[in-house]
């Protein structure tokens, strides 16, 4: 099998720059037909595999919306892809749906392939350890509206929709403050993420409105994998402090602290109140069952989905978006409430 042939193979060639390449490639409104042209004549000769999107200069588009997610396997991203995929299947248009599984060096490689399939838009929910977002800038050179959800990063001209962590984190920790509590523990997921960073910055809000001191001690930064809950339950058991509410950034690690604690000796609500986040339905399965904040998943799939096709049909421009908000809401049940049956 011969080597296989890159934009920059082709830009070499040609004598133009690789930006020229991809733009051409995915028709980008800036690069003249006749460039246009000699570059496909190219590609084909030497056998680049053209994308649907270039082949057809007159359509002009794919219809097709590219998603990248980190795990496929949460309730939350469930509902969010099936929101993005009523909206765009009625509209005509095809998901392609990667996973990064919590890696950056997976969604760099899912970026570029979904660049290069030609997609007319791209909606992205961020890896844990993201820290550089070059991969995105080809969508935006080549004017392929890109949207980040949930796990956000701002960057000029992509939109972004998330809830407001800040609020919805305070929300949560007012909550159990209410019902008592005073010595608290915020189970965060990785705070590079400025969706668990922003409800970090809630509940420490929260506390010091209450008069209640904050410290290192008061935040356990976790990778939310329900696997690496006895980490937890250990540090409970054997710390000096009588934690007696606890504040998790998702409702399968809130499950699992509930079920290993109850195993332990905790008795939940009793000794210790929990609350989680998302709204899974997994919430009610538990017992005791969870309160939790409902994280609107699936009206967030349905935004990113018309935003992105708006933009393309051009009803809107979302190049001047900062971020669309949406509401959450607290829903109060059984593992923090101060006695039930």
């Not at 890159?6 to 720059?17: F, G, K, M, P, R």
């Not at 609350?275 to 069952?289: A, K, M, Q, Y």
């Amino acid at each position: 099998m011969g080597k296989k042939i890159t934009i920059y193979d082709l830009a070499e060639q040609l004598e133009v720059s690789p930006a020229t390449v991809s733009r051409s490639l995915n028709n980008h409104p800036s690069i003249s037909l006749k460039t246009k042209t000699k570059v496909l004549t190219a590609a084909r000769n030497a056998g680049y595999k053209v994308n649907k999107f270039a082949v057809n200069l007159s359509k002009q588009k794919s219809n097709t919306i590219g998603v990248i997610v980190p795990k496929l396997d949460s309730a939350f991203m469930s509902t969010m892809l099936a929101g993005v995929e009523k909206v765009a299947n009625e509209a005509g248009y095809n998901l392609i749906i990667s996973q990064s599984l919590e890696s950056m060096e997976k969604e760099k490689m899912n970026a570029q392939a979904l660049f290069q399939s030609g997609v007319d838009a791209l909606i992205v929910s961020l890896a844990y350890d993201t820290s550089s977002y070059e991969h995105f800038t080809n969508y935006i050179s080549a004017g392929v509206p890109v949207l980040f959800v949930d796990r956000v990063f701002s960057l000029d001209d992509c939109a972004t929709i998330v809830i407001d962590n800040r609020k919805a984190g305070y929300d949560a920790t007012k909550h159990l403050i209410a019902q008592g509590c005073r010595n608290l523990l915020h189970i965060s997921g990785h705070l590079n993420r400025s969706v668990y960073a922003d409800r970090l910055s809630g509940f420490k809000t929260a506390l010091a409105e209450s008069g209640i001191k904050y410290s290192k001690a008061n935040v356990w930064e976790s990778d939310l994998d329900p696997k690496n809950v006895n980490e937890l339950v250990d540090f409970l058991k054997q710390t000096d402090v009588s934690f007696d509410g606890i504040f998790v950034s998702n409702d399968r690690f809130a499950a699992s602290c509930i079920k290993e604690l109850q195993k332990a000796g905790f008795d939940i609500p009793k000794d210790i109140k929990v609350i989680g986040f998302n709204n899974d339905p997994i919430c009610e399965l538990i017992t005791p069952s969870l309160s939790t904040i409902d994280y609107p998943g699936y009206q967030m799939g349905v935004l990113a989905a018309q935003g992105a096709i708006n933009h393309l049909n051009g009803n809107i421009d979302l190049h001047p978006t900062n971020a669309i908000s949406l509401r959450h809401q607290l829903i109060i049940r059984e593992s923090t409430a101060n006695s039930f049956n």
